[in-house]
């Protein structure tokens, strides 16, 4: 955010510099004046990172509609491991919801990151996969979606959990020859309805039920590591993708490429994000880099959404971008209130 999208967004709620900084701070706890509004707004010093974050969000609400929710549909995805899917999936998550929607996120990793980090305790997925109520059981039909979906911490957030009982369903689909690629799509018809996002988080393979992700869905983003076995990896995902939308979803777009875990301190690390953009940037759009930072180690060993935990935790900017190239693409924002 720039000190012109702040005077912009400042504008648009009416407020004067001294309103606005008497409204940034009941969001922060702070005591900022009017003086250092107009620093910010000027450029001559940075936007703290608290402010910059609780500011984003704000860029993302729109006013109470009653438009109907439609579930448009995200795979977050690529076949290789490491790349920051599951940190991406739950931080757009956290935005979207903490923006005014209603989101659902579907764990579709075996491995049920995404669950425990959204606040699901690991004994709570192993009675739930007992009881025959986690994603595995409702893609093959042994349960009703609405029975497996559970609350999270974060308001407007939902949670499809997930368990090692998933890897079972990549031997098991193809054999099911009636749905065998569109079962995710017909599972999830039954709450379209109930939210305004469905983003999911795939597995790093390309496996049936990823090939289901992306037949259910109505974008993907791609995650990519600013490495170079990452990068590789890119153009093997994007010609499934284009087998997937020539087949089964022609109404599949690609949202974008993401770099991830980014080190500008290392010429390896920058000489990769200039890859990333010379291979895509011209047909795809490629989001603001998220850093590499401890930060997203700490929160996935504490099992929390790092912007839960640290609004203002670098990557902000880049999820903010994300949620924002969303909302617009579904007309939920107007084209002035890029957060990007």
Not at 284 to 309: C, E, H, K, M, S
């Amino acid at each position: 955010m720039t000190g012109d999208d702040l005077k912009l967004l400042r504008e648009r709620r009416g407020l004067t510099q001294t309103q606005m900084a008497a409204f940034v701070n009941e969001l922060t706890g702070r005591r900022y004046d009017k003086q250092r509004l107009s620093k910010w707004e000027t450029g001559r010093e940075p936007l703290p990172r608290d402010v910059l974050g609780r500011l984003l969000l704000l860029s993302l609400e729109q006013p109470a509609t009653e438009a109907p929710r439609a579930g448009t549909t995200i795979a977050i995805g690529l076949q290789k491991g490491g790349t920051a899917k599951t940190a991406t999936s739950i931080n757009v998550a956290f935005m979207l919801a903490r923006s005014g929607n209603r989101v659902l996120l579907v764990d579709a990793d075996p491995q049920g990151n995404a669950t425990v980090h959204v606040g699901v305790p690991q004994t709570d997925v192993v009675a739930l996969t007992e009881q025959g109520r986690v994603l595995y059981h409702a893609l093959m039909g042994k349960a009703k979606l609405a029975e497996v979906i559970r609350p999270t911490s974060v308001e407007g957030l939902d949670v499809v959990p997930s368990s090692i009982a998933l890897a079972s369903a990549d031997t098991e689909l193809p054999g099911n020859l009636t749905n065998a690629q569109t079962a995710m799509a017909e599972m999830l018809d039954a709450v379209r309805g109930d939210y305004d996002f469905i983003l999911i988080d795939c597995a790093p393979n390309l496996g049936a039920v990823t090939i289901n992700a992306l037949t259910a869905a109505d974008y993907v983003l791609i995650p990519c590591q600013a490495e170079p076995h990452a990068i590789l990896g890119v153009n093997a995902f994007l010609d499934t993708v284009t087998k997937i939308q020539r087949r089964l979803n022609p109404n599949l777009r690609v949202l974008g490429v993401l770099p991830t875990m980014l080190n500008p301190r290392q010429t390896q690390d920058r000489s990769s994000l200039d890859d990333i953009g010379r291979l895509w940037g011209e047909d795809y759009r490629v989001f603001p880099p998220v850093p590499r930072a401890t930060i997203y180690a700490q929160a996935a060993g504490a099992n929390v959404i790092t912007l839960d935990a640290d609004i203002g935790a670098p990557g902000v900017e880049s999820y903010a971008a994300i949620a924002g190239a969303l909302l617009k693409a579904t007309g939920r924002i107007r084209e002035s209130s890029d957060a990007a």
